[in-house]
């Protein structure tokens, strides 16, 4: 006899937990949402370390609330775990026709906007509770699928110098106009995401490690003031330029 599946015993596990540990068996879906958010973000941690075992085990995190709403599914008569991976297999046979000898390749946007009902747009679908930075990205790249796009990095390179200035403009004029300003600086960060974009760039994983960087230098400023019986607090903005070319200086080497 075949072994399970490593989702089967997944799904076999939360089902018997169903049954016998009082809190699953009270969960919902509104219930294990937030959970699922969160278990999505630490996997995404995880992956940035580059530590198998992290990764391994908010994998196996991440695998037990797809169990869970699998299992969910089941209860209310909605789907099985078999129907959603028919699902899961019929799209990418759909979406890749040229590996399946169901037509020629075609482009990914091309086949996904065939799948999308009458009447609605190249953007949609796109959850608006997609991190700020991502969201950014993919309606970009959305916009790049039917053709609304620059040939290369130079067009948003002007835009960045451009949405720039703008900013520059409002905040030399000194406005108290304070939406304006946002939706300036708005601008400017949609104009640097596309910029990544254009360069082959993940915008989230270059912030993520711009993050790491200032944290790495600033810990250390910190441990070198302590030395040296400076208080942050008290110091100089130049004392601290000082510290902080030190410790960039010290990476290099």
């Known amino acids: 006899m075949q072994d399970e599946s490593a989702l089967d015993r997944a799904v076999a596990m939360v089902a018997d937990l169903r049954e016998r540990c009082p809190w699953d068996r009270v969960q919902t879906r509104a219930t294990l949402r937030p959970y699922l958010i969160e278990e999505a973000h630490e996997l995404a941690a995880a992956l940035g370390s580059g530590e198998p075992a992290a ?3 908010e994998v196996a995190d991440l695998l037990l609330h797809l169990a869970w709403q699998l299992v969910l599914g ?7 775990p078999d129907e959603i991976a028919d699902d899961l297999v019929a799209k ?8 399946f000898e169901l037509g020629e390749r075609e482009r990914w946007e091309t086949l996904k906007a065939r799948e999308r009902p009458a009447g609605r747009g190249a953007l949609a679908g796109l959850p608006a509770t997609l991190p700020d930075l991502l969201l950014a ?3 970009q790249e959305r916009a790049a699928g039917v053709g609304f796009d ?3 990095t130079r067009g948003p390179l002007q835009k960045v110098a451009e949405e720039l200035a703008e900013v520059e403009a409002e905040i030399v004029i000194g406005t108290e106009d304070r939406e304006a300003l946002t939706d300036e600086i708005g601008d400017l960060l949609f104009a640097v995401v596309n910029l990544a974009r254009k360069a082959g760039v993940q915008p989230g994983t270059a912030l993520d490690r711009a993050n790491a ?8 400023i910190e441990t070198i003031a302590a030395e040296r019986g400076v208080v942050l607090g008290d110091a100089t903005l130049e004392e601290l330029d000082v510290i902080w070319d030190e410790v960039k200086r010290n990476e290099g080497r």
């Open 213 to 220: 960087k200032f944290r790495r230098r600033f810990e250390a």
């Open 55 to 57: 990764i391994r085990e």
């Open 150 to 152: 620059w040939p290369d």
């Open 137 to 139: 990205y993919r309606l």
């Open 74 to 80: 089941r209860e209310t008569g909605e789907f099985t």
């Open 92 to 99: 990418m046979r759909r979406r890749h026709p040229h590996l």
